[in-house]
């Protein structure tokens, strides 16, 4: 389904393109796809010479819970000295976080198909433990306790 975007992505900024066959939720909870798609990634980046890739092309790039991976991705790999450096990730529409599902952008586009707000946090259930039985306690915000929702304030607030 993203093979046209994939071309695109990769002959626009000179970049290859690998797609990871990630395990997926509800049957594998996290973190069956992460740990995926950090093997995936580490292997590339070792064998880079068996691929004849240039080590300063390499991009991960994902959309909505492939977001979340490449992020995630980008992130454990950034301290990392042994593997070339990531020249840069790509996040489309990215699930990056599920403290807040009251936030401006998710009231905004609460009634947006394709990804509306009460099935961005089933899907977010669904990745974590399989179990959506929370998701009126997740939409109300009641998920996260008071002291961790002070501690990230600074970064996931309405202001």
């Known amino acids: 389904t993203h093979e046209e975007l994939c071309r695109f992505i990769a002959r626009e900024s000179e970049s290859v393109v690998v797609s990871v066959g990630y395990r997926l939720a509800p049957e594998h909870k996290y973190p069956a796809a992460y740990e995926d798609c950090l093997s995936a990634t580490q292997h590339f980046l070792q064998h880079l010479q068996h691929y004849a890739v240039d080590p300063a092309r390499v991009t991960v790039c994902g959309d909505s819970a492939g977001g979340n991976l490449a992020a995630a991705v980008s992130q454990t790999l950034a301290g990392s000295s042994d593997l070339p450096r990531l020249r840069a990730q790509i996040l489309i529409y990215p699930g990056l976080q599920a403290l807040d599902f009251n936030l401006p952008s998710y009231q905004q586009n609460r009634g947006v198909p394709l990804l509306f707000r009460e099935r961005a946090a089933f899907y977010m259930l669904q990745y974590l ?12 915000g009641s998920h996260i306790p008071v002291d961790i929702k002070l501690k990230y304030r600074k970064w996931v607030s309405p202001d």
Do not use: P
């Open 129 to 140: 433990n399989g179990n959506a039985t929370k998701l009126e306690e997740v939409l109300e």
